[in-house]
């Protein structure tokens, strides 16, 4: 569905050339539901606006859902749905007309868009809201509102923006679940985000950027397996003895902690030698990484600091 090969873009500032995305290769798979993690300013959305035709690559070249990025950015448009940031459908629009309007726009007929528009209404639990002011809905509401936009000529593949910035954490998780639909619906989704629990819950498969270059891909499981393997954590009065057995432990007090691949299967025969060797256990404790620490291991920083100061 998607299938670039060493799409870059230049801009051309006061300060000189700014590199914001180095040639990245990306593929989607028809019904994948990929995410695009990386911090600020790593050229997440000027990647997603080259997809999505609103920015000429300054170099390299992509199919999208079938058509030729360069020489047919129209065919792109027409089979596409991109909901950025701030799509901020019209506010002082009732919301009804704002869909029936822009379904209009994309060719429909009157009672065509009329049905489009119910139909859509009623998929993002929007029903009864369609004579309210687009202005007068929640935060949660407006952004599926947003997509609701983005679907209206049923593409094949919607490009997401960030979804559930600024939502609460229950219209986070409603929004979701909409999102997951839609991919069990059969559309294919590519969606950047911030936040490690969404990339987490939604992704299919994750591509992370940094610095404009894909520095890691894989299912959200693949990618804490290969980087850091599994945090177990013993308590036990004999925390040094324990950590000559394991290269990189660290020892605090009477605790002892240390990296294994697979820790949930490890831990058994572990314990066991553990046991033979006269070590006394007060606890044992296993951490799956999280996708911060991936990101962290990747890129050197942490996810979770770029997106408290964005
Ligand atoms: N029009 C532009 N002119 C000059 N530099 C730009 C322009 N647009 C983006 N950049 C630079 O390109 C780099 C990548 O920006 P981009 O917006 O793609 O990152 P991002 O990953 O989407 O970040 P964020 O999460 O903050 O939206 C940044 O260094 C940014 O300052």
Not at 21 to 37: N, P, T, Y
Not at 111 to 127: N, P, T
Not at 249 to 266: C, H, I, K, L, W
């Given at each position: 569905m998607i299938k670039a090969r060493g799409l870059a873009r230049r801009f051309a500032t006061k300060a000189g050339p700014v590199d914001a995305?180095?040639?990245?290769?990306?593929?989607?798979?028809?019904?994948?539901?990929?995410?695009?993690?990386g911090p600020n300013g790593a050229g997440k959305s000027t990647t997603l606006r080259m997809l999505t035709t609103l920015l000429r690559p300054t170099?390299?070249?992509?199919?999208?859902?079938?058509?030729?990025?360069?020489?047919?950015?129209?065919?792109?448009?027409?089979?596409?749905?991109?909901?950025?940031?701030?799509?901020?459908?019209?506010?002082?629009q009732r919301v009804r007309d704002e869909l029936e309007f822009q379904a209009r726009f994309y060719g429909l007929g009157k009672?065509?868009?009329?049905?489009?528009?119910?139909?859509?209404?009623?998929?993002?639990?929007?029903?009864?809201?369609?004579?309210?002011?687009?202005?007068?809905?929640?935060?949660?509401?407006?952004?599926?509102?947003?997509?609701?936009?983005?679907?209206?000529?049923?593409?094949?593949?919607?490009?997401?923006?960030?979804?559930?910035?600024?939502l609460d954490p229950q219209s986070r998780r409603h929004l979701w679940e909409h999102i997951k639909q839609l991919?069990?619906?059969?559309?294919?989704?590519?969606?950047?985000?911030?936040?490690?629990?969404?990339?987490?819950?939604?992704?299919?498969?994750?591509?992370?950027?940094?610095?404009?270059?894909?520095?890691?891909?894989?299912?959200?499981?693949?990618?804490?397996?290969?980087?850091?393997?599994d945090l177990v954590v013993l308590g036990t009065p004999q925390a040094s003895l324990v950590s000559e057995k394991f290269e990189n432990?660290?020892?605090?007090?009477?605790?002892?902690?240390?990296?294994?691949?697979?820790?949930?299967?490890?831990l058994p025969g572990l314990l066991r030698d553990l046991g033979d060797l006269g070590v006394e256990l007060h606890s044992v404790q296993v951490h799956r990484p999280t996708l911060d620490d991936v990101f962290l291991t990747m890129t050197g920083r942490s996810l979770r600091e770029e997106a408290r100061a964005a």
């Open positions: 995305v180095r040639g990245v290769d990306i593929d989607v798979a028809e019904g994948e539901l990929v995410g695009f993690l170099a390299g070249e992509a199919v999208i859902a079938g058509h030729d990025l360069l020489s047919d950015p129209a065919g792109v448009r027409r089979n596409i749905g991109y909901v950025g940031q701030r799509t901020g459908a019209g506010q002082d009672h065509d868009a009329r049905r489009r528009a119910a139909d859509l209404l009623d998929r993002f639990d929007l029903a009864g809201l369609e004579e309210r002011g687009v202005i007068t809905l929640s935060g949660g509401q407006q952004r599926r509102l947003d997509i609701a936009m983005g679907m209206l000529h049923d593409p094949r593949l919607l490009f997401l923006d960030e979804p559930s910035t600024a991919r069990a619906g059969g559309t294919t989704v590519f969606l950047t985000t911030h936040y490690l629990d969404e990339a987490d819950f939604l992704s299919d498969r994750l591509l992370v950027i940094d610095h404009g270059s894909i520095v890691g891909e894989g299912s959200p499981d693949e990618l804490k397996n290969r980087v850091s393997g432990a660290v020892v605090e007090g009477e605790q002892v902690s240390f990296r294994v691949p697979n820790g949930d299967r490890t």
